[in-house]
């Protein structure tokens, strides 16, 4: 267990922002979580948080889909907990909250399980990835989750959420609404795999990937995976970045069907964002130090020591051009802290 004072978040968050958090601290254990939640500073600093109206304390995972707007005057955690446990020969596993979701990826086709490969390279921790509904190609994490298992701050209790309690939704969850988000703390992750060959290999991208290989194996559909990602999305190690920063819009199918979509139900259609910021010419522009990513314009990336409000600014530009010229309101995807 680890707490310091006026800490640097730089090494915590992959957009690279050089902001500090008032108090970070890391765990392990419950029994330290535990410890951290009855620290005299630790509650002074989530009560101030309260009477502004904020919520009490910030989780983190690995800090890649988050943008911190400034430096933080609150408390921050982390938790370090990792591992991988089978719960049962027919692929249900416990996954620790601070376990990196791509190692997670990776064992299971180590260990012959399906359902988890599309969502290959995906960067965070699982925690964070039940939080946010981590999605690609077709699959998200909701369809593989049988329950997320919290420490309830409130009632000072383990608490099982079933993926009905976690009302899922595109990039959606209960334990992003603020009262859950204050009150739960992910500590683990129940996922249920199939231990038969179930692919979903519809993104057309993918099926080209794997269109000379006559029978895929696990391993062959998370390399053609990662594959597709590391061809399209910028590493953050060597370009800051938080993956999508915008959620692509769920509009009205009567009004928006001439365009690029992906059908949502009879009525609503999602069309990529990423499209209609590359029309309005963001495609590989630069403001200041923040930039649109030349390969995908869904990516805004940290082109070196930008600040947070560049990033902003120029989320804030495109939202207004993409307005202007669709008529359509886009939204951030990542977390604005
Ligand atoms: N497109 C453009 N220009 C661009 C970017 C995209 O025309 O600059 C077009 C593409 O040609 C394609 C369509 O938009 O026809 C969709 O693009 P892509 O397949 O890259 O997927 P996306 O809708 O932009 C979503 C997720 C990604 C996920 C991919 C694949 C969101 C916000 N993003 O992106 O998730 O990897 O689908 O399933 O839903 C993330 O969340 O960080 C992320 C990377």
Sequence with gaps: ??????ASLLPYNTFGMDV?????????TLAELQTLLADEDIIRLMNQQREKGELPFWHIGSGSNLLFKG??????LHCLSRGISLLNDQGLIE???GTT???VCQWCVDHSLYGAENLSLIPGETGAGAVQNIGAYGVEIK????EVVCWDVEASCVCRLSCEDMQYGYRASLLKQPDAKSRYIVTSVILQLQTTPVFHLEYAGLKQALAEIPSPTLQDVRNAVIAIRQGKLPDPKVLGNAGSFFKNPV????????LPHYDVSDELIKVPAGWLIEQCGWKGKTVGRAGVYEKQSLVLVNRGGARPEEIIYLCQEIVKSVKEKFGID???EVNLI
């Design 1 to 6: 267990m680890t707490k310091s004072y006026n």
């Design 20 to 28: 500090k958090a008032s108090l970070f601290a890391e765990y392990e």
């Design 71 to 76: 430096d933080y005057p609150g408390v921050v």
């Design 95 to 97: 996954v620790q909250a």
């Design 101 to 103: 979701w791509d190692d």
């Design 143 to 146: 369809d593989l989750i049988k």
């Design 251 to 258: 509009v009205a199918r009567s009004a928006y069907e001439h």
């Design 330 to 332: 886009i939204e951030p």
